[in-house]
């Protein structure tokens, strides 16, 4: 990874008062309920500019809905979002979210995928944040025009639905929502409750501690150990629109482990009736 993925709000505190501060983005976001931007209205991080997950950081979805509900953003129309953002080939990047990075790991793994270098996620995000008692100014701000441009093909490693079915087999493939869900008991949004043959449950909660912080990679490891995933696996991981997984991608990562997305996800998987669907506790 090119650099530590991870920043502690004592460590991003200090940045944002030195010479180069970094470009910080809000990428709050709900399934439901009201639009996050109007919690980053009430208060955010000084300087924070507010992406949204669906309009930023995903392009619109197919009426066959392949590609699933949050289809990976094209490189150029992402690269523009992130200008506007005020995003630099010359700065670092920091994104959060509320609390977890299941949401600001999308920003953290499109603008890494796409070649930017110093990118970090907030550690505990808003709530660390306010837990150590930083300021939170309200409303926009309006940044700088960046310079950034994406690079292409991207950097880390994705699959396709053929691609997952491969893993689940031969390796590991991680399933990042609530088991209930994984289970196939609900489903709140996509048309099929399931999940993908083979796949195995960890949901996306199981890599933060009580704070919301992530794991250490010694926790990382264990976790893994207990999925069954032993050292040398490849794995790969899911969710239901390959927003929440990379924050397992981003976990993975500060263990030293390289782990695909498929980023179609669950909502793209269901989108051909023809793929199997497996239900219960097992894979």
């Not at 010479?19 to 955010?44: F, I, K, N, T």
């Amino acid at each position: 990874m090119p650099a530590p993925p991870l920043a502690s709000a004592d460590e991003l505190a200090a940045a944002l008062e030195g010479p180069q501060p970094p470009v910080v983005l809000d990428a709050r976001w709900r399934l439901s309920g009201p639009p996050a931007r109007e919690d980053y209205l009430a208060g955010h991080l000084p300087g924070a500019v507010f992406v949204d997950v669906d309009t930023d950081l995903a392009d619109p979805m197919r009426p066959d809905r392949r590609g699933g509900r949050h289809p990976l953003p094209d490189p150029a129309r992402f690269g523009a979002a992130m200008r506007r953002a005020g995003v630099r080939r010359d700065r670092p990047v920091v994104v959060y979210d509320e609390r977890d990075g299941t949401t600001a790991a999308r920003a953290w793994w499109l603008l890494v995928h796409h070649g930017h270098d110093d990118v970090r996620l907030l550690d505990g995000g808003l709530t660390a944040w306010r837990a150590a008692r930083c300021p939170t100014p309200s409303g926009a701000v309006e940044p700088t025009p960046g310079d950034w441009e994406p690079t292409t093909p991207g950097r880390l490693a994705m699959l396709d639905a053929d691609g997952a079915a491969e893993i689940a087999r031969s390796g590991a493939l991680l399933d990042a929502r609530t088991p209930p869900r994984y289970r196939g008991e609900t489903e709140p949004v996509d048309p099929v409750a399931g999940h993908v043959p083979g796949a195995r449950s960890a949901p996306a909660a199981g890599w933060v501690d009580d704070d919301g912080r992530l794991l250490d990679p010694d926790g990382v490891r264990e976790r893994l150990a207990a999925l069954g995933v032993a050292g040398n696996t490849p794995v790969a991981v899911y969710c239901g629109s390959g927003v929440n997984a990379t924050q397992t991608v981003l976990a993975l990562a500060t263990a030293g482990i390289d782990a695909a997305l498929y980023a179609g996800s669950w909502s793209d998987w269901v989108s051909d009736p023809a793929r199997a669907v497996a239900t219960g506790e097992t894979a």
